[in-house]
Each structure stands twice: as C-alpha cells, then as structure tokens.
C-alpha cells in the first residue's frame, strides 16, 4: 500500500536527479577535457575552450565524441563567417595598399577554409581520424598565414587577430579532441 505512494515520488525525485547529474557530468567532462587540453597545448586557454564547447547546445548530451564534433561545427562558423567579414572590409577603401593584398589573401586562404572545415566534418563522422586531422591542420595554418602576413610589414595592424585566433585555438581544441580519440582507440 505504502510503496504505491511512495513509488512515483521516488521516480520523480529520481528523475530529476538523473537530468540534473547530466548537466554536471556534462559540466565535468567539458572542465576536465579544457584541462587537459590546456595543460598539452599552450595555445589553448582554458576559459576559451570551456566557454565555447559549453556555449552550443549539444555540449548538455556530450561524450568527447561530441566535443570534438563541436569543436569542428564552431570551426565551419567561425571560417565562413571570417570569409563574408573579409569580403566586406575588401569595400573599404581606408586600407593601403599593403593591408589591401594581406586582405585579399586572407579572403583566399579562409575561402579554402570552409570546404576544408566541411570535409573534416565529413571524414570525423566516419571516424577517419588523420584525414580529419589534415583538414583541421590545414585550417589552423590557414588562420596563421593570414596573421602572419600582416606582421611582415612594420606598422601594419591586423584587423583580423581576435578572429585569426580564435579559429587557430578552436583548431587546436579539434585537433587535441582528436588526438586523446587516437590515443583512446590503441
Ligand atoms: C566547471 O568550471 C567552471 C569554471 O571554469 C566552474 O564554474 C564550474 O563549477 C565547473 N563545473 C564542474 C561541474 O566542475
Ligand atoms: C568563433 O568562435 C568563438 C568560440 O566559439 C566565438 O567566441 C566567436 O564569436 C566566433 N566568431 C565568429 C565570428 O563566429
């Protein structure tokens, strides 16, 4: 008699448990992956790698499986976003000559960029794990070719350092994804 009462509180109280422990395990996996990302990989800060795995959705549901996923769908944002932002600052008549070239070779590198975001997206869902990773490298020397070419002229400032960094450090986060996946699977 008194189990039948007590039973759907239980279940209930138990539910809520679980939904609430997924958040944390998720929370959890999300901090300790960022750890030890940060720790191999002196590009990689902590707080960026956090803010941006926990800032999509899917993150709440996540195996490291997941994360690297993210990782690589905020790569495929963040490059064609950069592209079209490049294209509009190209309008600008402002830039000398010489940030006018580094521009337009940005514009060509991060162009590449986005089939390149695409196929590792493609060759990570089915586990081809060095294709991906030669997809993602590319991505990341992408980001610093661009920055770089800024830098060669004195006086020239980049108007694309946080966005270049950005995709460089979400690369990185991929590409360590990647490797603890390798590792894993030995
Ligand atoms: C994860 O780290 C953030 C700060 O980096 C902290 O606020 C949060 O409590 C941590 N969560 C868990 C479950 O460890
Ligand atoms: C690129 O990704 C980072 C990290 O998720 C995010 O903070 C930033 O807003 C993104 N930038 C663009 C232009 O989408």
């Not at 000398?96 to 196929?119: M, N, R, W």
Request: aromatic share 10%; glycine share 4%.
């Amino acid at each position: 008699m008194r189990s039948l009462f007590i039973f759907p509180i239980f279940h209930a109280l138990f539910l809520t448990f679980l939904i609430m422990s997924q958040g944390t395990i998720a929370q959890s996996l999300i901090n300790e992956t960022c750890k030890i990302f940060a720790q191999n990989d002196p590009n990689i800060d902590y707080n960026f790698c956090t803010t941006s795995l926990q800032a999509d959705p899917a993150s709440q549901t996540a195996t490291l499986q997941e994360l690297g996923k993210i990782s690589i769908r905020l790569i495929k944002c963040n490059v064609t976003d950069t592209r079209f932002y490049i294209k509009n600052l190209m309008k600008n008549e402002k830039w000398g000559s010489y940030t006018k070239q580094c521009l337009s070779d940005c514009f060509e590198l991060f162009s590449v960029a986005i089939p390149s975001a695409k196929k590792a997206m493609k060759y990570y869902s089915k586990k081809l794990y060095s294709d991906t990773n030669v997809q993602l490298s590319t991505i990341l020397d992408d980001a610093t070719t661009c920055e770089d070419g800024f830098k060669d002229k004195k006086g020239v400032v980049s108007p694309l350092t946080k966005r270049n960094g950005d995709t460089f450090q979400l690369s990185a986060i991929a590409l360590s994804a990647l490797n603890m996946l390798q590792t894993g699977s030995n």
